[in-house]
């Protein structure tokens, strides 16, 4: 959705309903730590407003989301007493009031009036005074403090910025957090190749070189030409580069851990796989199933309910793709509540998780074959050491070096050792991917 039509959404008669669930799921997000899409799914106020409004509020919800470090910041500065905000309710519900003002455009009068009238509706009569003073301070001043802001640090979690400088340097750190403010594009892979120019053409969607359909951002998946037939899937470009690293897998057998929710599960069956697709997750496994009934593959695919980390096969895989669990950093444009929700705690415990799922991947890999390993992390911690982490310890395992024309001629996205490493500002001309890694290994003997 454009910053025009959610203006125009926002100058309705009757628009405290939006207000009201954007506030729900800003609260499910930063107080109940409660994922955004899982929140979309969950809170009933979003649930039930139209279509067109449920568009404003995920903006708005995202937004806030993505630029809660300048929004902090500007409240703060216009608070009479520094410090003195202590309601998490007032809080989020100013929030919501400054990102419409700052960064969405809302005319002043409507944006203060819902905002004044949403404390109102959650029962802090008192404190409408106090939030129409700062918001009106707000529309005064905001102006010549957003230019005085360090968007790219300001924005980010410490350790998470720490973390980034550290595994490239200062500049590539700002870079990153820069991109991460970005809204991401909407990708799509086609089932069926053959049909890939029309799906171009009835989404307005232009193609990149790897073979990813985007399209601008916005509207509701759902509802485009193709979705409910099962043509097509949401899979951002980066996401679909490792599946790849396999060549032709026409006919092909792959074990693939940590499928769902399956995205790679479809585009590998989509290519004449068979695939056995394993999760823990029995939940995470019904929403993968569901989806490929909707493209029409299930008849490719085994679901195996099953810690990845302890499956045995029948006989030694030829070709293992693990996606493995981490702190979806890489994805933070399309996932803005990741930047509250994942602290460095969350990364120490996530890489024991890789490392048990990588070495159980190259035990069971038959000799000859190969390994495809990635995770949507920026932090090397969850990338590029586990891979040599697993080499150093492990006589049996090479790497093999990804090509160039592998992923659409863009050589910029592979590292020095012959690993992909997708940084978000990475083909930012067409919109930017998310942040991501692959390391391809083979099994000598």
Known sequence: MSVEEAHQQT??????????????????????????????????TFKSLPQRDRGFVRMLVATTLRRLGQIDDLIERNLERPGSLKNHTLANILRLGVTQIVFMEVPD???VDTTVKLVEGAGMEGQKGFANAVLRNITRTYKELVS?????????????????????DLRLAAEIATANLAEAPLDITVKDAETKAYWGNALKASELST????????????????FDAGAWWVQDAAAALPAKLFGPLDGAHVVEMCAAPGGKTAQMASMGASVIALDRSAQRLKRLEENLQRLGL??????????????????????????????????????????????????????????RLLDNAAEILGVGGVLVYCTCSLQRAEGEAQIERILAARGDLQRVKIAGSEIGDYAELIDANGDLRILPFHLAPHGGMDGFY????TKTG
């Open 211 to 226: 073979g990813t359909l985007r399209r601008p951002a916005g509207g509701a998946v759902h509802e485009l030409e193709g």
């Open 148 to 168: 005085r802001q360090d968007e790219a640090r300001i924005n980010t979690p410490e350790w998470l910025l720490k973390t980034w400088i550290a595994d490239y």
């Open 298 to 355: 299930s008849e490719r695919v085994e679901v195996v309910a099953v810690d990845a980390a302890q499956w045995k096969a029948p006989e030694a895989p030829q070709r293992i793709l693990l996606d493995a669990p981490c702190t979806a950093t890489g994805t933070i444009r399309r996932h803005p509540d990741i930047l509250h929700l994942k602290t460095a705690r969350d990364m120490e415990s996530l890489i024991d998780v890789q490392a």
């Open 109 to 111: 009068h409507a944006s």
């Open 438 to 441: 692959a390391a391809r290994l």
């Open 11 to 44: 100058t309705s008669a009757d628009n405290m309903a939006a207000r009201r669930a954007a506030l729900a799921l800003l609260e499910s997000v930063l107080i109940q730590k409660q994922a955004l899409d899982q929140a979309l799914d969950n809170v009933s």
